[in-house]
């Protein structure tokens, strides 16, 4: 029964945690929404989720009329005939061991670096491709990133991880083809968010946006921007095209506290340290520093550098544009005039247009000290932790091992875990195995890990390897999925700059299949993406082209030297050739020297 | 080489040498103790002179043409000359012969061929520019089926009777309305005519502007200067100047962004479909048949503009679009977009006005500008608290813009509207072809200034393709033919000059050749020019010996 209870609470948290994403289709009348959800997490950290939405109607959408659609945006998927589009824009990990279950169930996540998948309208690959090559390079002006560097080397077409979100008319079905992009090396940076910002109706000047800046939010632990573009029709009402801007990002509170212009941390005095006091060494010049979820105390303008400014007057206004995920016992101060909606474990705020936000958290009182986990909620669990690694050394071959464990007790999980690897990484398919730990032969028959495994292999600077492999977990087990891979060697033109540095090699995508799939249920329950890994080839010395050069051709000019005066000299006898070289000009030089000595002496 | 030399190389250096100890001993008796070789056989020696030449042949029949055939930029031909002509206006007088009928209803069959042909007189008198050329005829009597002649005709005249001698242009079809008093038909004999003189003064004037706009785009371009007009003053070359440079570049489809900017939160909704179908849509579709639009619209709120001021200078007045974070980004796709921006917010423009010559409306004047090649902006100002712009509030903007639009398209400015636009068919026509002759001259010029610069194939064949549409555009200009030839000319005259790969290899420094062909050039140029050397040295050698030695055998 004590296990279960995390598994409950966790279907109630993904309930009540996150309700726009379940009430996403119930709310799509409304042209506009934005809300932010924050969120204590253990170890002192806070999660600030932002969602912006915004919908058009289709009609309106074809005929040009922008309100607030990004013109920006609907122009590119009009030109590049774009059904559905997901652009994710990432930076650090979740640790979800200490975290707990992501935010939007990982819908709203991409691996490090840029990730993009669409579903073009196109009849024949030829005409996809070219409308995705217009789509990365239009995204790539708008967004200011790498995006035109998505490439076919860099382009999957996955076949079992995603399915579209929106609704598709049947008939459209058969001609949308679902392409994937990723770029794990971009660097997400500010010049991503401020045109993020810009396709907000009220820009950065209004409502939650406020609190978006690039210092903070760059700053973060975890961050992720996402992008999301679907058609969303409503039961008995116009279709409209509905895009979701969401940005989930996890502060240090620590760290966030420190004032902009000194931040550089400082120590603490001793009597400012908090200590574990039940440790049995601690004592007056020994502390072993206390668990710092004892320290969350901020505010607002703490944590963004500033409060919030009013809210965007387009908004509907019936959603609290801020919403506070801590217990009940927790005290919350805000400033007047804030009206306080308070429900379960979730305290939402409104505030009129002109006035600003700011909210208080003070430190936990002394009645909460009697358990620690008072003070925030407690994390949930997610359905499955993955982590993936490089295995093997030298500069030939190496291999990929991915540990998935699935935390639940008594359910197992099915999922799909998709790789898209580039094409200089050459995996070997016949090694690939999955194993329960503990159990040292691969897995009986009967009940097999894998179920289905989808690959393409690569085609050398053509297209890179996609594999989908299609596998269940028994309850409370880990599971080893392994492989190994074969490095080339690249050519010369080749190697990046700071080629030295490695080849980033892509999150791989896992996508937990919805067991209630058959009702209404999503296809997808949850999804996790991996950290991405570093695969460093054997690099040449860069000036080895002018080396070889130099190098042949001293040979060749040795060679052709020898020969050639071996077949166009005369060969004599030693002391009847003629002086040459060294000694000739040293006889010469005796002889001249000779010379000045005796008319030096005739001369005495 | 620690080889020995050939005997013989090296006749002065006989000093003695350390090479062995009993060489010593001899060598110090004195250089004449040095034993000589034995004398080679004759085909040895024939033997190293053809090894030397094969190797030699080797290197210019074989390596030489190899190297040079794999280094070599490739270059396509390209008809240099007939390009510079293009350029120079040699290959090509722009003329433009312009049909005039005269609709004389009222008048005999044979006045009216007088009354012809004594404004044809007239006209020519009149007229100083070759290039430009008006032709009148007789239109079919009404009730016979038109002519094809008669639909190119860019004007019709509709002589009327009346009281006393007016002109008015339709408004709706390019028609000029003449009336004339009773008395002004010249009879048959009568060398001059009033009503000719009038009538050819009317023509003038309604074709002035496009005279004037036509010679300028022929000044500005390299034409030779016999095909110019001569009367061009300073200030209407300046106007010219101004106009030429506001408008866009000609392009088949334009794209028509109009933007709601806001400084605060309202208003946030604009009914500019309604406003657009009253207000734009009549003269849109007049235009359809020389460009298409494509239209769409957005609301931006909390727009900074990029001037602070209250009051805007005409200083300001440039930097008033906040380029930085308005999304006014271009379309994608090929079609150059033209923006059309109602700033609400509470700035104004200081003094009276920034652009006078466009206040076709008073009203307006002092709200809006016209920005060259980009667009227009509107200032807009509302009472606080408007949520919502209706189409009736809309109206001003969209005629500002309308008239607007017809200057950024390079439209003249007067004359009714369906002369108006079949003037600037031949105006553009005209640019197109000046244009896409430049364009080819300088890529001509670039091709004789870069010797290093590869030209691949497709540049030709752009260079071909547009020399026969500047050809053809030129045979039939005046008419909707010629601008079509002239469009797809200026399109492949600029694909072939911005073509990509001539840009990769222009590059290629000389140190960096030198640093990859000496290693390996130099050492195997020194055995093999040392060898030619010596085998010459050593020839002529021989010849020499062989004439002393036939000398000393006649001697003997």
């Known amino acids: 029964m004590r296990q279960l209870c995390p598994a409950l609470l966790l279907s109630l948290l993904s309930l009540c945690v996150f309700p726009p994403c379940a009430a996403a289709s119930a709310s799509a009348a409304a042209d506009y929404h934005e809300q932010l959800v924050l969120r204590p997490l253990p170890l002192s950290a806070l999660l600030a989720s932002f969602n912006f939405r915004s919908n058009t109607t289709v009609s309106e959408f074809e005929s040009g009329n922008f309100r607030f659609f990004p013109r920006s945006l609907g122009q590119i998927l009009q030109h590049a005939g774009t059904r559905e589009l997901h652009l994710r824009f990432s930076l650090g990990r979740w640790d979800a061991e200490s975290w707990g279950s992501r935010p939007w169930d990982g819908a709203r996540e991409g691996g490090t670096g840029v990730e993009l998948w669409a579903w073009l309208d196109a009849d024949t690959d030829q005409e996809a491709d070219h409308k995705w090559l217009t789509l990365t390079n239009a995204l790539s002006g708008l967004f200011c990133a790498s995006l035109n560097f998505i490439d076919g080397t860099r382009t999957t077409r996955p076949v079992m991880s995603f399915e579209p979100e929106g609704d598709h008319p049947n008939t459209s079905a058969h001609s949308m083809q679902l392409l994937y992009g990723v770029l794990p090396h971009e660097v997400v940076c500010t010049e991503n968010l401020t045109p993020f910002l810009k396709l907000l109706p009220c820009k950065g000047k209004a409502g939650i946006a406020t609190l978006l800046d ?73 502390c072993f520093p206390a668990d710092q979820d004892a320290n969350q105390d901020w505010s607002l303008s703490q944590i963004f550098g500033k409060s919030m400014k009013g809210t965007c007057p387009l908004a509907d206004p019936t959603v609290p544009p801020v919403c506070l995920q801590v217990p009940e016992s927790r005290a919350v101060y805000t400033i007047d005039g804030a009206v306080e909606i308070k429900s379960r474990d979730s305290r939402c705020f409104q505030i009129s247009p002109e006035s600003d936000l700011e909210l208080l958290l003070p430190p936990p009182g002394d009645e909460a000290q009697d358990g620690a986990a008072a003070d925030i909620l407690p994390p949930g669990t997610p359905p499955l932790y993955a982590e993936r690694s490089f295995t093997g050394y030298g500069q030939e071959r190496g291999g990929v091992q991915t540990i998935l464990r699935n935390p639940s007790p008594d359910t197992e999980v099915e999922f799909v875990y998709m790789e898209s690897l580039p094409w200089f990484m050459r995996i070997y398919l016949h090694t690939m195995e999955a194993r329960i730990a503990g159990h ?7 009940h097999p890990l894998i179920q289905q495994v989808y690959y393409r292999p690569a085609l050398d600077r053509a297209r890179g390897t996609q594999l989908e492999v299609r596998m269940r977990i028994p309850p409370a087990a880990t599971v080893f999925l392994t492989y190994d891979f074969e490095k080339s060697i690249l050519r010369y033109t080749e190697y990046p700059p700071d080629a030295n540095r490695g080849f980033d090699v892509a999150a791989a995508v896992i996508t937990i299949l919805d067991p209630q799939r058959n009702g209404s249920g999503r296809f997808a329950a949850y999804t996790i993406r991996t950290t991405s890994l570093l695969c460093s080839l054997p690099t040449p010395d860069f000036s080895m082209p002018y080396n070889v050069i130099i190098f042949t051709s001293t040979a060749v000019a040795l060679a052709f030297g020898g020969m050639f005066n071996i077949m166009v000299r005369r060969f004599v006898a030693a002391d009847e050739g003629s002086e040459g070289g060294l ?6 030089l005796l002889g001249r020297l000779g010379a000045v000595a005796g008319r030096f002496k005739g001369n005495q | 080489m620690s080889l020995p030399q050939p005997p013989g190389d090296d006749g002065a250096a006989k000093s003695p040498g350390p090479a062995a100890g009993a060489e010593t001993v001899a060598a110090s008796s004195g250089p004449q103790a040095k034993k000589q070789p034995p004398p080679e056989k004759p085909s040895d020696v024939r033997r190293r002179s053809r090894i030397i030449l094969s190797f030699w042949l080797i290197v210019l029949c074989l390596g030489l043409p190899i190297w040079w055939q794999t280094t070599s930029i490739y270059r396509a031909d390209l008809p240099l000359h007939e390009m510079l002509e293009w350029a120079d206006g040699k290959a090509c007088r722009p003329v433009f012969p312009l049909r005039i009928n005269i609709q004389a209803d009222s008048l005999q069959d044979q006045e009216a061929q007088n009354l012809l042909r004594l404004t044809q007189h007239a006209l020519d008198d009149l007229n100083d520019f070759s290039g430009h050329h008006l032709r009148l005829q007789l239109s079919p009597p009404p009730g016979h089926p038109p002519e094809s002649s008669d639909r190119e005709s860019a004007l019709t005249i509709r002589l009327v009777p009346g009281d006393t001698a007016t002109a008015s242009l339709d408004p709706h079809e390019p028609v000029l309305d003449i009336t004339y008093p009773p008395n002004a038909i010249p009879t048959a004999t009568s060398s001059s005519s009033s009503l000719a003189t009038y009538v050819a003064g009317q023509l003038r004037s309604t074709f002035a502007e496009e005279q004037a706009t036509i010679s300028y785009l022929l000044s500005t371009s390299s034409m030779p200067s016999e095909s110019r007009p001569l009367g061009l003053s300073p200030e209407s070359a300046e106007s010219l100047a101004k106009r030429a440079t506001r408008s866009l570049k000609y392009a088949p489809t334009y794209h028509l962004t109009f933007s709601l900017f806001t400084s605060g939160p309202l208003p946030s909704s604009w009914d500019i479909g309604a406003a657009i179908a009253d207000y734009m849509k009549p003269v849109l579709t007049v235009l359809s048949p020389i460009h298409n639009f494509t239209i769409d619209t957005q609301v931006q709120l909390y727009a900074t503009p990029g001037v602070p001021n209250e009051v805007l200078n005409k200083e300001d007045l440039s930097s008033f679009v906040n380029a930085a974070e308005w999304p006014l980004s271009p379309s994608i796709g090929g079609a150059p977009t033209i923006n059309f921006v109602v700033f609400v917010g509470n700035q104004t423009i200081a003094g009276e006005r920034a652009e006078s010559e466009h206040a076709n409306t008073g009203e307006s004047a002092a709200h809006s500008w016209l ?30 813009f309308t008239s607007h639009l017809l200057s950024l398209l390079g439209a003249p400015r007067s004359g009714s509207l369906p002369l108006r636009l079949s ?47 500047l050809r053809r555009a030129c045979e039939t200009l005046g008419g909707a033919e010629g601008l079509a030839h002239a469009r797809v000319a200026e399109a492949e005259a600029e694909r072939a000059f911005f073509e990509k790969s001539m840009v990769g290899q222009l590059y290629f420094p000389d140190e960096h ?44």
């Open chain 1, 214 to 286: 690039g210092h903070k939010l760059f700053d973060a632990s975890f961050q992720s921007m996402a992008i999301d573009i679907r058609p969303v029709c409503p039961p008995g009402g116009e279709c409209v095209l509905q895009i979701e801007q969401t940005i989930d990002m996890v502060l240090d509170i620590d760290r966030s506290k420190r004032p902009r212009d000194n931040p550089i941390p400082r120590s603490l005095g001793g009597h400012e340290l908090l200590c574990d006091t039940s440790k049995p060494y601690h004592s007056h010049d020994t």
């Open chain 1, 440 to 446: 040292p032969a691969p897995s009986p028959d009967n």
């Open chain 1, 583 to 588: 000694g000739a000009l040293r006889g010469k």
């Open chain 2, 371 to 400: 920005i060259p090649q980009w667009g227009t902006i509107y200032l807009l100002p509302l009472p606080d608290g408007t949520a919502h712009l209706s189409s009736a509030a809309l109206k001003q903007p969209l005629l500002t």
């Open chain 2, 423 to 469: 003037t600037l068919g031949r105006i553009r026509s005209a640019d197109l072809l000046l244009r896409a002759s430049s364009t080819l001259g300088s890529l001509a010029r670039l091709a004789l200034a870069l010797p290093s610069i590869s030209i691949p194939s497709s540049v030709a064949d752009g260079v071909s393709t547009t020399m026969l549409h």
């Open chain 2, 513 to 556: 050749k030198i640093a990859v062909y000496l290693p390996l050039l130099g050492p195997v140029a020194v055995p093999l020019v040392m060898g030619l050397i010596n085998e010459l040295r050593a020839w002529r050698r021989r010849r020499r010996e062989r004439r002393e030695r036939g000398r000393g055998k006649k001697m003997e």
